[in-house]
């Protein structure tokens, strides 16, 4: 299996920062790398696929970057609905694998 | 746009099998382009991929949980369906429907289901 490693697991930001998400695959996976925000009680709603195509309806502030082993989110900035807990997950290879997640907090 | 929403008992007894259903609306599970999948959440952990079926009935399985899963398609009724068997405390979780969009940038989870927690019992 690819192992998915996320940094930091949690961070803490305030309104308007910039934030960045970091993902590292065991091996390399191309573009095939998506990301999903996930709120507390609610399903995970997809942001970025194929590594930086953004997702009908998701904010532009929301964006995608890398290849090959090493990828980014960026929240250019963030909003009191962005706090929320972020995940990778790379479709290259079966079975499916994601990132331990990024919960980002108020601070 | 597509609808997912699962069904099925809330709790489980150790050693038997899970049951799941998914109901599909909006949508056809019969559309070439999409495979449908199941994940699950232990409360408070990340998110597991189980597996994923297409319309003509093809899986794929993890391997980690190959031996205890069965999933199967219904298109009559616009539905697809998850089984576990041997369950065990540690498959407590939110499981999850979801519908894989293949592309050529590969695939990804456009659509998901509310999820369902299931608790398995001694």
């Known amino acids: 299996d690819i192992q998915m490693t996320q940094s930091p697991s949690s961070l803490s930001a305030s309104v308007g920062d910039r934030v960045t998400i970091t993902c590292r695959a065991s091996?390399?996976?191309?573009?095939?790398l998506n990301w999903y925000q996930q709120k507390p009680g609610q399903a995970p709603k997809l942001l970025i696929y194929?590594?930086?195509s953004l997702q009908s309806g998701v904010p532009s502030r929301f964006s995608g970057s890398g290849s090959g082993t090493g990828f980014t989110l960026t929240i250019s900035s963030l909003q009191p609905g962005d706090f929320a807990t972020y995940y990778c997950?790379?479709?290259?290879?079966?079975?499916?694998?994601f990132g331990g997640g990024t919960r980002v907090e108020i601070k | 746009q597509l609808q997912l929403q699962e069904s099925g008992p809330g709790l489980v007894k150790s050693s038997e099998t899970l049951s799941l259903i998914c109901t599909v609306s909006?949508?056809?599970?019969?559309?070439?382009?999409?495979?449908w999948g199941w994940i699950r959440q232990p409360p408070g952990k990340g998110l597991g991929w189980i597996g994923n079926?297409?319309?003509?009935?093809?899986?794929s399985y993890n391997p980690s949980l190959k031996s205890r899963v069965t999933m199967s398609v219904d298109t009559s009724k616009n539905q697809f369906s998850l089984k576990l068997s041997s369950v065990t405390a540690a498959d407590t979780a939110v499981y999850y429907c979801?519908?894989?969009?293949?592309?050529?940038?590969?695939?990804?989870?456009?659509?998901w289901g509310q999820g369902t927690l299931v608790t398995v019992s001694s």
């Open positions: 091996q390399s996976i191309s573009i095939f």
């Open positions: 909006g949508g056809s599970i019969s559309s070439s382009n999409y495979y």
């Open positions: 997950q790379q479709s290259y290879s079966s079975p499916l694998t």
């Open positions: 194929a590594a930086s």
């Open positions: 079926i297409y319309y003509s009935g093809s899986t």
């Open positions: 979801a519908s894989l969009n293949y592309d050529s940038s590969g695939s990804y989870i456009d659509y």
